[in-house]
């Protein structure tokens, strides 16, 4: 019977056989407080995975069997150290980089920096979990991105936006109200995952929030970052552009004006008082009614540059989003594309930002959508820095109660080519940065946890927070490999633990199969955005048409249409032009097609979506039997928890599948050519 406590998530407790024999004594120098955290982790880690602790010297004594930690700068002359000599040579490490060596009687971890140490000691713990040291071992390695960020959008009164694992972990009742405890485990988690940033509060910075940046709250501000900074993060906070007026009582907080820039310059100074290793600013300005520039005839580039300025004194960077659009559209009116928004708003003012200004970029042009292209702003922008925004919180993909495992959709995108020159994958743009050009700086993504006990609701969907931190780590790195990593460390090296793995790759194909069919995304009930509602945002304001008729459906975003498509590279934008070469999963974002288009398979569109409805509820009844096939090897509450959601999901899956078909049946008039059943 496998015991999980879901808390613990793939830090278990659980006695291993070690592949190599792992000293009873650890070598390290009193070192920052993130270097001795690194060396509690280890003790700790080693006592839940082999039973006992390990002692600590402060004294290096060469030569000895034990466990040598500690920062490059300390250990370029490190004693006769399992051959670890002279490791340097070989082994070239940038920010946050690490080195591991392990022999027989004594293992070796090195860390570029402090965060490098505690990154290289949570690998070493997870690798020796895995089963993956044995014998002598070697590790060098670099976190591709810089940039590593989490993103909470937790509001004052507790609650979480698009939150789905219970109330906030830092606020409640209008204020900070946090368990240090809890916050630690927290941090641990991130930090054990490579997470360097965490932004601590929602982007729509409303009621309480807006006075985070005062002395009312900024107290407790300075105590939630103690506890993080121990374990390498630093974090940022959203703040509302509008702050000038509506807290400052200006008359104005319009960028160029003189006395709004000194009004935040003050404002900066008082904040890093309270957090002197802020790492900066978030911000979401002109978007979905949040105060911005445009109200200002300013630019982006205007309005972040003045807070760039502000905290540039202090080492701070400025993150801005690029989430804007026309939310006041008309959907009569087919020539407004949401999709072109943050393109033709941030193109023209590449190079316009200041060097600490950070855009950050949702993965495609729309809103986080279960498949969606990838933005072509990515390899397109050459002179300002920026990241990839992605969601770990399943607003569009099942709401943490049906089961959707995202490093599969993310290792698409980390695989799609930009095609704008060499190396302009997003995993290769990434690596860019290496080489000093304007390449993607790393990765930040809305979380998926809260105050329950599994920390995320569903408890596979510990899962997607795991993937998030190793793909952001390093974009190469496959969905397979998050999937049979997080398992064996949740579960074990066992059958049980394959079959999970196997359950998570196979949930992401089938959400798609039963969700909006072939990209053309939305279809979702408005608001709470789970389960389906064909026609909910059919004639709303923001722009999330697919114009179903009774014998077409889609969006032209060719250049005969709204032209989308020709803000991608010229190779891009001919094979998403074209739908013979456009990638069918996005065929309906880009173009409008009859029912009776014939697809690569020889059936119908329309058959395909019936196809692909019937067959997305039938893999989720298979996942469901999967999951019950495991129920006498798992503790009861464990496997009883994520039954009940498996059979949620279920239902959401036959709603998505017979109100699609239905919806299509009626529209068309054509059933479906195998005869199943459709309702009308
Ligand atoms: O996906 C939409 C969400 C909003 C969110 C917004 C954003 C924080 O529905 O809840 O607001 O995107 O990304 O700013």
């Not at 405890?181 to 309480?208: F, K, P, T």
């Amino acid at each position: 019977m496998i015991m999980l406590k879901e808390y613990d998530c793939w830090l278990q407790k659980r006695k291993i056989t070690a592949g190599i024999n792992v000293p009873d004594t650890v070598f390290a120098h009193k070192g920052g407080e993130v270097s001795d955290r690194a060396v509690k982790e280890f003790v700790c880690g080693i006592d839940r995975l082999l039973g006992f602790k390990p002692k600590v010297s402060r004294k290096i004594a060469a030569g000895k069997s034990g466990v040598f930690l500690g920062l490059v700068s300390g250990m370029k002359d490190a004693p006769e150290c399992c051959g670890a000599k002279n490791w340097d040579a070989k082994c070239s490490l940038s920010e946050n980089g690490f080195f591991i060596k392990a022999a027989e009687k004594q293992i070796f971890i090195a860390g570029k920096d402090e965060p490098g140490l505690l990154y290289g000691v949570f690998r070493f713990l997870s690798l020796l979990a895995l089963g993956l040291i044995k014998n002598v071992f070697e590790l060098c390695d670099s976190p591709v991105s810089a940039l590593r960020m989490i993103n909470h959008w937790d509001n004052f009164d507790g609650a979480v936006e698009r939150g789905y694992a219970g109330n906030s972990l830092f606020y409640k009742n209008g204020g900070f109200d946090f368990d240090r405890q809890r916050i630690e485990d927290y941090a641990r988690l991130l930090a054990s995952i490579g997470i360097n940033r965490v932004s601590i509060n929602n982007v729509n910075v409303r009621a309480n929030a807006k006075l985070l940046i005062t002395e009312k709250y900024l107290k407790d501000a300075g105590k939630l970052a103690d506890i993080f900074r121990r374990f390498g993060i630093r974090l940022l906070i959203s703040v509302n552009f509008g702050a000038p007026w509506s807290l400052g009582k200006l008359p104005t907080a319009d960028p160029l004006d003189e006395k709004a820039a000194d009004w935040w310059k003050n404002r900066v100074a008082l904040i890093y008082k309270y957090i002197p290793d802020l790492a900066g600013f978030l911000v979401k300005a002109d978007s979905e009614g949040e105060p911005g520039p445009f109200q200002y005839n300013r630019t982006h580039a205007d309005g972040a540059n003045m807070l760039a300025k502000a905290v540039k004194p202090f080492g701070g960077i400025i993150v801005w989003r690029c989430f804007v659009y026309n939310c006041v559209q008309d959907w009569r009116d087919k020539n407004v594309d949401r999709a072109r928004a943050a393109y033709d708003h941030f193109i023209q003012q590449d190079g316009a930002f200041d060097d600490n200004v950070i855009l950050q970029i949702k993965h495609g042009p729309y809103d986080f959508q279960v498949r969606e292209p990838v933005s072509p702003l990515f390899g397109a922008l050459k002179k300002t820095r920026h990241v990839m925004e992605l969601q770990i919180t399943q607003e569009y993909t099942g709401h943490q109660i049906d089961l959707c495992y995202l490093p599969w959709v993310w290792e698409d995108i980390m695989r799609y080519d930009s095609a704008h020159g060499e190396k302009s994958s997003i995993m290769e743009l990434t690596a860019k940065r290496e080489e000093g050009l304007c390449g993607i700086e790393g990765f930040s993504a809305v979380v998926n946890v809260g105050l329950d006990g599994n920390w995320t609701g569903h408890t596979l969907a510990q899962a997607n927070l795991y993937g998030y931190g190793r793909m952001a780590w390093n974009p190469a790195v496959t969905a397979k490999e998050i999937a049979r990593e997080w398992s064996a460390l949740s579960f074990g090296l066992n059958e049980t633990a394959r079959k999970i793995e196997n359950i998570l790759l196979k949930s992401y194909p089938a959400y798609e199969k039963y969700n909006a069919p072939f990209g053309v995304c939305f279809m979702v009930t408005p608001n709470t955005h789970y389960g389906p509602n064909i026609e909910g945002y059919e004639f709303s304001r923001w722009g999330t048409y697919h114009r179903a008729s009774a014998d077409a459906i889609g969006i032209d975003r060719t250049p005969s249409g709204t032209g989308y498509t020709s803000q991608y590279s010229p190779k891009n934008a001919a094979l998403f032009a074209d739908p013979s070469t456009c990638p069918e999963n996005l065929i309906l974002f880009f173009h409008r097609l009859r029912y009776d288009y014939k697809m690569k398979n020889g059936q119908t569109l329309l058959q395909n979506i019936y196809d692909t409805h019937f067959e997305g509820y039938d893999d989720v009844a298979a996942m469901l039997e999967d999951w019950k096939s495991l129920e006498n090897s798992l503790e009861s509450e464990v496997y009883n928890s994520v039954l009940s959601r498996f059979e949620r999901q279920l239902v959401n899956a036959r709603e998505w599948r017979d109100q699609i078909n239905t919806y299509f049946r009626r529209k068309t008039g054509i059933g479906d050519n195998r005869g199943r059943v459709i309702y009308d």
